[in-house]
């Protein structure tokens, strides 16, 4: 039987990431180290008390039943949380959870977007904050990011025409995959941006726990006014090392939460009560972990930044979330081109920056997830071949 496919499905075909996950198996099937920096899975564990609540709630069959929706003790976790992380009040209708950020922007447009209407995304930025609207068939334009500006948004370039016609706008800062943070007054300017045009603003905020340096990470809601313009989603997921429970929130604006919920229910039962649970022992529970964590991610960034820099690879240091952005050293042709080669060469394995938008070319991106120790024997490789590759 012969099948026709959406132009939806049509659309993904095998890319670059397929053919460095097939090289890195070939290469370890050959015996080959892999120093995989690729995906932005953390290697640290969950706190013990939070996977000591997962077991406990796992022996009981009632938390295998539908949710339906969250619990009180869930949303005022997540109230208690944000008005000491951020200095934000949280009202109930204001908040709900998500099967992880990814899947709450893979779904967010459908609350606001018709067929054609205008989503405004960053690029570079995270493929599905692209891939959210056009899936929900919105139109997509771009605003571009670019380091003489500090990869931020010039929102006074953005043409009349164009934001009188935007209905949302993806933003997100810290921002994977640049490594930049956005201060207080950015996000008073975007939140004025947004009143005059009547665009609703979607603030990716799930790295706001790893920030390097002593800078402050910010809730897009922490300015007067943001709940009238927008939402902000924040992910239990890097913060609280929780990626497979896939528990995120959309909080903020509570005529959108509203709908957003309506939507969500149509092809979703609830957050499991297990993973809720888990959710508000993270919350509630001691913060130290969080802390310290952010620091050895702050160390691992030092160890990568400051081997490649002293090797002669003139890197920046990533100012937020768990990754590196590094120009492609010269006498490359792509940034595909050099991760394949340097993964061929040296086992070091990373994201070329094509992947975030053609604004992304030119650049590699790094992720933290591998010892101090182990880092250092990576830089110490690519440097090795480097100097034979200019030599």
């Known amino acids: 039987m012969e099948f026709n496919f959406s132009d939806k499905a049509n659309r993904f075909k095998p890319n670059i990431f397929n053919i460095l996950n097939e090289r890195k198996a070939d290469m370890q099937a050959r015996g080959k180290r892999v120093y995989d920096l ?80 205008l989503v405004l995304v960053p690029n570079p930025g995270y493929p599905v904050f692209e891939m959210g609207p056009y899936l929900n068939d ?9 380091k003489d500006n500090h990869f931020m948004p010039a929102l006074d370039r953005i043409s009349e025409e164009k934001a009188k016609k935007a209905k949302m706008m993806i933003v997100s800062y810290p921002l994977n995959p640049t490594c930049t943070c956005a201060d207080r007054d950015f996000y008073v300017k975007l939140m004025e941006f947004a009143k005059k045009y ?13 920030i390097y340096d002593g800078r402050e990470g910010i809730s897009f809601l922490s300015v007067p006014g943001a709940k009238e313009v927008g939402i902000e989603f924040n992910s239990l997921s890097k913060t609280y090392n929780l990626t497979g429970l896939r528990i995120s929130f959309a909080v903020g604006n509570a005529e959108v939460i ?46 990568l930044c400051g081997g490649l820099n002293s090797i002669g690879w003139e890197v920046p240091y990533s100012e937020g979330t768990m990754f590196v952005w590094a120009p492609v050293p010269k006498g490359f042709e792509t ?22 938008g053609n604004l992304g070319e030119g650049y590699v991106r790094f992720a933290l997830v591998l010892p101090v120790e182990t880092i250092k024997e990576a830089v110490e490789l690519i440097g090795q071949w480097l100097k034979k590759y200019y030599n």
């Open 138 to 146: 919105a139109e997509i334009d771009y605003y571009e990011l670019d």
């Open 38 to 117: 690729f995906v932005g899975t953390p290697d640290f564990k969950p706190e013990k008390h939070v996977m000591d609540v997962v077991v406990e709630a796992s022996k009981d069959p009632e938390n295998y039943k539908y949710s339906l929706g969250d619990t009180k003790e869930l949303i005022d976790s997540v109230k208690k949380w944000y008005a000491r992380r951020y200095d934000v009040n949280l009202e109930s209708n204001e908040i709900m959870s998500v099967a992880g950020s990814q899947e709450g922007f893979a779904h967010v447009a459908m609350t606001v977007c018709n067929p054609g209407d």
């Open 258 to 303: 509203k709908k957003f919920k309506t939507i969500r229910s149509q092809f979703d039962y609830g957050t499991s009560y297990i993973v809720q649970k888990a959710a508000i022992a993270a919350l509630d529970g001691p913060q130290e972990g969080v802390k310290k964590q952010c620091l050895e991610y702050q160390k691992r960034r030092d160890a």
């Open 335 to 356: 940034s595909d081109d050099f991760c394949m080669q340097m993964l061929e060469n040296t086992g070091v394995l990373c994201t070329p920056g094509s992947a975030f």
């Open 198 to 210: 009547n665009i609703l603003i979607v603030h990716d905020n799930a790295y706001s726990e790893i």
